[in-house]
T-cell receptor, first 109, second 110 residues
């Protein structure tokens, strides 16, 4: 079945540094979603990308969908302590989402 | 005005017991889900119901039995709890696959 791999598993950064997490699928995705889970919280939907090569921005967050629609990335510019949490990508397989393993971001003030 | 709610938030129980987790959504969504998140934060779908009908049933032990009395509720009953069942269980709902998660139920089996 479809697999969605996400790297890195953990990332520790100094506040102000940039951060990127990468998501790769074994098959072409119809769309990809990104979620953020704060420590002790639940995953919260951030964004959905649908088109090949699509780039979307939310303030300091930049989301990209690869040309082949098999990979995606989330880049955070100048991290802040409020960015702490686990970021998940999720690709659609039939009627369900397959989640990546998540990237846990910690930010040192 | 909570969108997706779950009870209880924490559940601590002995091996072999039977327990239930309840979930309710007031978003008017047609589809509800149960996910299991293990200690490594891996989110795995367990079940999905659309308008009270089971549509996804992943490889989950049959000790786990979901029940959907109506499209706003999806409960999860677990029989004969095992140590490996310890995890956080998230309920979610969606209309178009965008998932709206509940706050989670942390289950600890002793």
């Amino acid at each position: 079945g479809q697999q969605v791999m996400q790297i890195p598993q953990y990332q520790h950064v100094q506040e102000g540094e940039d951060f990127t997490t990468y998501c790769n699928s074994s098959t072409t995705l119809s769309n990809i979603q990104w979620y953020k889970q704060r420590p002790g919280g639940h995953p919260v939907f951030l964004i959905q990308l649908v088109k090949s090569g699509e780039v979307k921005k939310q303030k300091r967050l930049t989301f990209q969908f690869g040309e082949a629609k098999k990979n995606s990335s989330l880049h955070i510019t100048a991290t802040q302590t409020t960015d702490v949490g686990t970021y998940f990508c999720a690709g659609r397989q039939g009627g369900k989402l397959i989640f990546g393993q998540g990237t846990e971001l910690s930010v040192k003030p | 005005d909570t969108a997706v709610s779950q009870t209880p938030k924490y559940l601590v129980t002995q091996m072999g017991n039977d327990k239930s987790i309840k979930c309710e959504q007031n978003l008017g969504h047609d589809t509800m889900y149960w996910y299991k998140q293990d200690s490594k934060k891996f989110l795995k779908i367990m079940f999905s119901y659309n308008n009270k009908e089971l549509i996804i049933n992943e490889t989950v032990p049959n000790r786990f039995s979901p029940k959907s009395p109506d499209k706003a509720h999806l409960n999860l009953h677990i029989n004969s709890l095992e140590l490996g069942d310890s995890a956080v269980y998230f309920c979610a709902s969606s209309q178009d696959l965008t998932q709206y998660f509940g706050p989670g139920t942390r289950l600890t089996v002793l």
